[in-house]
């Protein structure tokens, strides 16, 4: 099921406003925000998440050895469907795609393409291309191949070699065209969460393994990036190329404690910063008390980001007591801590609009000169309620900060679809079109006219600020 294109800007407003009176464009209680030309709107999508049956992955087997964590299988089935949703994707109107090409497909056993896998990619790029919608390609998210874990992951002193490859033979042989690229999304997450717990692949539970991991994922990320400007170099098509981080941001609970601002401001370091200061200075430096000491220099790492994409949804609160001990157990519960009676999405997460303006303020301030991207936003709301609301107030952060000089390229909503959310299962709604996980039917939510609306106008109305 689809919706057709003939919504002129009286049918904008009435979606961006729900309940706006018809003349409300003559009123003065509202605005139009609009965004600058070339201002790339995008929705997105990844392999494991949507494609569905990755059985050559780490996370497969990661599904496949603990029974409780939720199976993936067909997810949503976009390895089959992906024609009908790019058809989907156009109907929002936007200009870009954001997707992710798997490598545990491509390379399913070492040193082994899979032709089949090449190819299925190579027409999805082509599809994408011949609707007009310009790919944003990702080589990793979150998903690796098995054999690679097996060696060790990005501690394995191969990696940078092992990765440098399948990007130079993603963009020759799939994407030869396509411009823009990003080596790794929510890095953070797979090195903190999979090195330090069990929750997620590799599933280490061992802090100490956390040094090595981090220093090869930024070597392997530089020799990516050079792997991918070096396939088009003397070429019609060159490339931009970046990497993405998930920025959840870490407020002090208690406004008038310094142990909690110690606590907040190690956290948004270590969570949210160091990858890309690494990245910007050659040198990776991370320190959490008692626990843990990093200080090394990867000068091939310098520089390795033409952009730097984030991924921005919500913040925690952190309240730490050194004298109840348990440190690690502390900052864990700090990584869900919400403000009491805040507005939360289906995940319990707060949804926190400054939030967007204090990241690509904080980011401008540590990178100039960097342009950014909003590679993701969106929320779990199955009832699509309060969708519309916080992606007017989102992106009017985002308008705010793009106002006080933050070079920031598009905004990339997530997702496309409903999808697996990893360890949620299949709970979590975050789809603009939701899935019967039945019939794997796509039906729009009334949000997705929303972004259609604001993609084809570049900008959309809200109340205004002014009294």
């Known amino acids: 099921m689809t919706f057709g294109y003939g919504f002129g800007a009286l049918a904008a407003v009435t979606a961006c406003l729900g309940s706006a009176r018809a003349g409300s464009l003559l009123d003065d209680d509202l605005e139009f925000v609009s965004f600058p030309p070339g201002f790339k709107w995008c929705v997105g999508v990844s392999s494991h998440q949507h494609e569905g049956m990755n059985i050559n992955s780490d996370w497969w087997a990661f599904e496949q050895d603990h029974d409780d964590v939720p199976e993936s299988g067909v997810a949503v089935d ?4 992906f024609r009908e949703d790019h058809r989907l994707a156009k109907n929002l ?3 870009q795609f954001r997707m992710t090409l798997e490598w545990a497909r491509i390379e399913p056993r070492e040193g082994v393409v899979d032709a089949g896998a090449v190819e299925h990619y190579r027409e999805a790029v082509a599809h994408l291309e011949g609707l007009g919608i310009e790919p944003l390609l990702t080589l990793h998210q979150l998903t690796l191949p098995k054999w690679f874990e097996d060696r060790g992951g990005f501690s394995w002193e191969g990696a940078p070699q092992a990765f440098a490859r399948f990007a130079r033979l993603a963009a020759t042989r799939i994407a030869p065209r396509v411009r823009w690229w990003t080596t790794s999304v929510d890095g953070a997450i797979h090195l903190f969460v999979g090195h330090a717990t069990d929750l997620i692949p590799p599933s280490r539970n061992d802090i100490a393994s956390l040094g090595p991991a981090i220093v090869g994922f930024l070597r392997t990320h530089a020799a990516a990036y050079r792997a991918l400007h070096e396939a088009r ?3 019609n098509h060159p490339v931009q190329v970046g990497i993405v981080h998930f920025v959840r941001l870490f407020d002090p609970k208690r406004v008038w ?3 909690d601002h110690l606590g907040a401001r190690m956290l948004n370091q270590a969570f949210n910063w160091m990858l890309s200061d690494a990245i910007q200075t050659g040198r990776v430096r991370l320190s959490i008390p008692f626990t843990f000491h990093l200080d090394e220099r990867i000068p091939e790492a310098r520089g390795t980001q ?5 991924n921005y949804y919500t913040r925690n609160l952190v309240e730490l007591n050194p004298l109840q001990g348990d440190l690690p157990g502390q900052i864990a519960h700090a990584l869900t801590a919400v403000r009491p009676g805040a507005p939360v999405t289906d995940m319990g997460w707060e949804i926190y609009p400054r939030g967007m303006y204090r990241t690509l303020m904080e980011a401008r301030r540590r990178y100039p000169g960097v342009p950014f991207y909003i590679t993701e936003g969106g929320l779990a709301d199955a009832t699509d309620d309060l969708r519309p609301a916080y992606m007017r107030s989102y992106l009017g952060e985002l308008r705010r900060a793009m106002d006080a000089d933050v070079p920031v390229l598009g905004y990339c909503h997530w997702s496309l679809t409903d999808n697996f959310e990893w360890r949620e ?5 975050f789809g603009l079109y939701g899935v019967d996980y039945e019939t794997l039917q796509r039906t729009p939510r009334p949000s997705a006219r929303l972004v259609r609306d604001i993609s084809l106008a570049n900008g959309f109305w809200r109340q205004s600020a002014r009294k």
């Open 78 to 81: 976009h390895w089959n469907r």
């Open 93 to 95: 109107g936007v200009s």
């Open 233 to 235: 170099k003397g070429s």
């Open 257 to 259: 404690n310094p142990i």
């Open 306 to 310: 033409d952009f730097i994409g984030i």
């Open 425 to 429: 299962g299949f709970v979590p709604r």
